[in-house]
């Protein structure tokens, strides 16, 4: 059986794994979230210490989750991880170097000795949580505005400006995107921190974040999004995977993919319901329906990106030069490899859940943050 | 059609990824090594129900967790810099490479970074049983990342299980079980984390030892010491056997670097094994290279031809047979390989050149060409001979090879007495009587990771200047960004890595002094 799967099957079911990782990813940047705002949110230092250890107990997931999202874009799309990496420098040197200074923020803060000072760390918190949602909502936003490069007849990348990822951040498109992302996360973190925390006053104040993280995240939001339905997009011919710009590209995707549509609109409803029923209901369970609704919207964003053909890191140097789901795969014999190590995935899926409710049974309260041993 | 490159970019992603592959590699072994010991400890806990060896657990674990985070902080720029500095390589060969990285992160990053949370908060809010497994997964998780990771290592060192696509202008992978059985893979896996291990068990011991210099703790550093002290005796003779069987097979798959390693210029038969040796300048050279001679040695007769052709008369093939031929072994001459690595890159660029014409008939009998197993095994095996300026310039650094490698064994035999001392006197009873041998248990904590990280050295230096052995060299694997930028980088990361070294040890010392939580 399998050897009638083909590679545009595979290409496929690749891009759809990457879509997934990414909006997990999206997702678990609640972390990132909580960390924005670590300064103004809390009003004393044992509600700073909850809301640090809160996020501290799943900082690991988002981390691994970016890793993974890497590893499995250099081994299904390679020439995507050598033309965006190795081109688009700065944009991915400043996104690793502020997901560096979170890793050892969490455990070192609160330790004795620590020479450079719990305010150092913590500002590795926030410079992490602000600019690790907005510079990966940025770098995604160039998979629709395109970025300034050439391949050779060797697939070798020339980058055409000497930004090198910079220019990126000129484009307002972008930054709406990187703007809404980050916002996102900050309504997630908040979401989360009312799901976790046991701390009446503290959830008084996240309640009223979230309307105040709401106004600006639906403004980029929408801007981003309207902007994308009218703006023109990269279309590859599916049979000689020419480049074309088609206007209207990617509200012509969402009109013939229905299903991702659906998907699309579903996610925005849910992360308004998941906000509506904590603001208005006093509901705990906020951050579960925002979360789903996160991974549904952004699942889809990323389907209009690379399906339908497509292009879904467009050159604006060189339109040739763009790359689609076909043409920056891996071989069929790899993409074949890597699926079945992809049916692993839902085990994970399932270890994580058990073991993410075994350390969630009850709330963190700040009787917990004066015994327990491990705290950061 | 490839762009030639400013040497001074390549230095500098060099030194880049250098830097950041060394910070790395001085957190990783203790996670590798100390992962296992608190899971053995732990699991004494759980049988036994003793109080103090929750105790004793809790201790290391905290020390593990200082490491833990800065080595995954390390880790995903070495990642993400294959892509960032090196975007050519990562085309040539990322349809191989990436697949153990992706692998590695499914299967073993999730597993450890999930059950990491559970193991350090679920003390109190999961049972006894589920806790010890925790601790084990992280161990497992912890150690299936590195086998991934040196799977990957162990390609470039020895590439197989793929093969070349004139299309794609990319080595694409055939077989997954060669990549991942590669000899190379299995020893280098072996090796490293029997290494990581003794490293893990060292730091254990030398702290230990610290307590009893102190006359503090003196319970939990005897249990310390026994498990440290067991683990790190079978570990270190691991490393030795290990050790022994990767250069066995770096004599075969990597001849230039083992000659190197060896400091040998002229092949020969009953070749002696150096056991000590000083190397000096002579006037004598090849090409433009200076030939480094031995001022002082003491050599084993025979031995090295023993260990890698099984007797005293094999041959050991030296520098000089690889880089003029040696006729009668069948190997050839670099100036020839280089030849037919032009050979081999003229007949792409043809290739090419039909394509962006359309020449149907050109491209068809170019693709037979490829095809023909004769012109993959003669001609396009060297393909990245045709890069190579000099014949000399694919002779690594003798003195850097040779001292590594040679400085790291002489470690390793050390280590097998350190850890058979400890448990000697640990069970005579007298291991708090004798000062002396505390002080060097204590004293020796940094030995193994000077160990470890010379094995990287040879490792990566003794490849040169191959980034893929014989196919890509480092020069044409880099990304054409500008050398500026990699230098501003370079320091923002040098500054940033020394300062959470410096964190991280003072954070260390910190909570030895304090000592477990009572």
Known sequence: MTAMISQAFLQHYWWIIISILASLLVFLMFVQGGQSMIYSLPKNNTQKTMIVNTM???????????????????????????????????????ILFSFTIQAIAYEFRSKPNNVLGKKTFDLFLFLNGSLGPFLIGVAVATFFTGSMFTLNQMNQVHWATHWYGLE????????????????????????????????????????????????PFLIFFLFFVISLLFSKGFAADPTTGTITVEKFKYMHNLIQMPVVLILFLAGIVCVLYGIGITVFRKSFSGIWFSGAGTILSVFSLFLI?????????????????????????????????????????????????YAWKAINTNKITEQEMNSEEHKY | MIDNIDLS?????????????????????????????????????????????????????????????????????????????????????????????????????????TFVAVMFFGWNKVNKKFHLVSTWLVAIGANLSAL????????????????????????????????????????KFLHTISSSFLLASMFVLGISAWYLIRKREEQMAKRSILIAGVFGLLSSLMVAYTGDESARTVSKVQPVKFASMEALYEGKNNAG?????????????IGGKKVREFAFKIQIPGLLSVLTGGDNDSYVQGLKDHISGNEKLGIISTPEKMQRGKYARDVLTSYKRARLINDTAQIGAIKNVFKDKDFQNKYFRYFGYASIDKPEDVIPNVTVSFYSFHLMVVLGFLFIMIFSIALYLLFKGTISDNKWFLWIALLSIPLPYVASELGWLLTEIGRQPWIIQDMMTVSKAVSQISTGSVITTFILFAVLFTGLLISEVSIMLKQIKTGPKH
């Open chain 2, 273 to 285: 094994l150096i056991a000590f040796g000083i190397l000096k300048d002579t006037d004598k050279k």
């Open chain 1, 305 to 353: 990106a690379g399906f339908n053909g497509t292009s879904f890191y467009p050159s604006l140097f060189d339109l040739q030069s763009s790359l689609t789901i076909r043409n920056a795969s891996s071989s069929l014999f790899t993409l074949k490899t890597m699926m079945y190590v992809s049916f692993i995935i839902p085990l994970v899926l399932a270890y994580i859940w």
């Open chain 2, 9 to 113: 970019l390549v230095d500098w992603s060099r030194a880049q990824f250098a830097l950041t592959a060394v910070y790395h590699w001085l957190f990783v072994p203790l996670t590798l090594g100390l992962s296992f010991i608190l899971a053995i400890m732990e699991t004494i806990y759980v049988k036994t129900g003793k109080e103090e060896w929750r105790r004793i657990t809790r201790f290391w674990m905290t020390l593990f967790g200082i490491n833990f985070a800065i080595g995954v902080a390390t880790g995903i720029i070495l990642e993400f810099e294959f892509g960032t500095n090196w975007s050519n390589y990562s085309w040539f060969v990322g349809d191989i490479f990436g697949t153990p990285l992706a692998i590695e992160g499914i299967l073993a990053f999730f597993l450890e970074s």
């Open chain 2, 148 to 187: 991934w990771i040196l799977v990957a290592n162990a390609w470039m060192q020895h590439p197989v299980g793929m093969i070349f696509n004139p299309d794609t202008a990319r080595n694409e992978m055939v077989n997954f079980w060669a990549v991942l059985f590669n000899q190379v893979a299995v020893d």
């Open chain 1, 56 to 94: 501290g107990r799943k900082w690991e997931f988002t981390f691994t989750t970016l890793v993974t999202f890497g590893g499995a874009f250099f081994a299904s799309f390679p020439l995507f991880y050598a033309t965006s990496f190795g081109g688009a420098y700065w944009v991915w040197i400043a």
């Open chain 1, 168 to 215: 990126a951040l000129l484009n307002v498109r972008n930054l709406s995107l990187g703007l809404a992302v980050l916002f996102l996360a900050r309504i997630n973190g908040l979401l989360y921190i009312i799901n976790t925390l046991d701390d009446e006053a503290l959830t008084k104040r996240s309640v009223k974040g979230l309307i105040t993280n709401s106004i």
